[in-house]
């Protein structure tokens, strides 16, 4: 979850609020959720040659295989399984895996939680962090297909790519753990414990200098999506995804309008890391957002394949600017 910043006013945030919590009453939702793995709601995503080589196909799958495990928040049993799900993927592209294990101090006490980075080879020192949080918000039967699955799905399949060619910069793959917050609602300090820890953890080590860019994407699965520019976010990054989205026929999905959300970008704005976000926060989103609707059959692999394409062609971009 994540708000609109209080300076857009309490009031946006309230209807956003009772957006969500209008729509989370029925019990009978996880029964009825929509069509099977087996029969998708969507046409198939694209070939991946028309997509930068990006498989929208193969980045649904992973977001199935997740959606799979079932409810996947921080510190529970089902996020150590998408934690082995991912980690096997990864390693089975060539990724060099790091996990990196800490404990949080949430609302429900310590919890045990874990990053996992995928270090994709370079011959440069300069890093470029692709994003997005794992973990799935902790609600009854929530498997967070669209808000935190598809992401996952799309870095997975980035990684394939990046892993398997030497880069001009030095990209990683970032899966954070702990974006949701465990109270219902966003309120601080409860929320973005992974990105919080790994921004911490590279000041310490002294990397952070090394980090030219973040992009965070999350909730990248809708169909007909919009992503518009986040506001938070470092102005020249963002223009560098949107224009590199624009030459490739997405201007109309990755919007010039602006608007403002808090997400796992932030603390790493908050240590003067250039990042943005690719986030679809927009009103038919929120009639599945926190609740147990947001289901395979939401996740359309078009938008998958758009967002990784997307993705895939910032690399030379940033090669240009950072190498
Ligand atoms: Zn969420």
């Known amino acids: ?167 001009g910069v030095a990209p990683w793959l970032v899966f954070f753990d702990g974006e949701e917050a465990f109270n219902f609602n966003w309120v601080d300090p409860d929320h973005t414990y992974g990105s919080g820890e790994m921004a911490a953890r590279l000041s310490l080590s002294g990397e952070l200098h090394r980090v030219k860019a973040l992009i965070l994407v999350d909730m990248v699965g809708p169909t007909n999506p919009l992503f518009r520019r986040e506001s938070n976010s470092t102005p020249w990054l963002t223009e560098l995804v949107w224009s590199t989205a624009a030459r490739l026929g997405y201007g109309k999905i990755f919007d010039n309008s602006m608007n403002a959300i808090e997400d796992d970008h932030i603390p790493f704005l908050q240590r003067d890391v250039p990042s943005t976000d690719i986030i679809d926060f927009e009103s038919p989103v929120m009639e599945y957002w926190h609740n147990n609707k947001d289901t395979l059959d939401k996740v359309d692999p078009r938008t998958l394949a758009i967002t990784g394409h997307v993705l895939i062609a910032t690399v030379p971009e940033l090669e240009k600017k950072f190498k």
Request: glycine fraction near 10%; proline fraction near 7%.
């Open 1 to 167: 979850m994540r708000k609109y910043r209080a300076s857009l006013g309490v009031v946006i945030s309230a209807i956003l609020f009772l957006a969500a919590c209008g729509h989370s009453s029925p019990s009978t939702d996880a029964a009825q959720s929509g069509p099977s793995p087996q029969a998708p709601a969507f046409p198939p995503a694209p070939p991946a040659e028309t997509t930068g080589g990006f498989d929208g196909a193969r980045a649904y799958k992973h977001v199935e295989q997740l959606v799979a495990i079932g409810p996947h928040s921080a510190g529970t049993e089902g996020i150590r399984r998408a934690q082995a799900y991912i980690i096997g993927q990864l390693k089975s592209f060539g990724c060099a895996v790091e996990e990196q294990d800490f404990h949080a101090d949430t609302p429900i006490g310590d919890v045990a939680m874990k990053n996992i980075v995928a270090k994709a080879p370079s011959t440069s020192p300069n890093i470029v962090i692709y994003a997005s949080h794992y973990d799935s918000k902790r609600l009854d039967n929530f498997v967070g297909a669209n808000d935190g699955g598809s992401s996952t799905g799309v870095l997975l399949e980035l990684a394939r790519l990046l892993c398997a060619r030497k880069n």
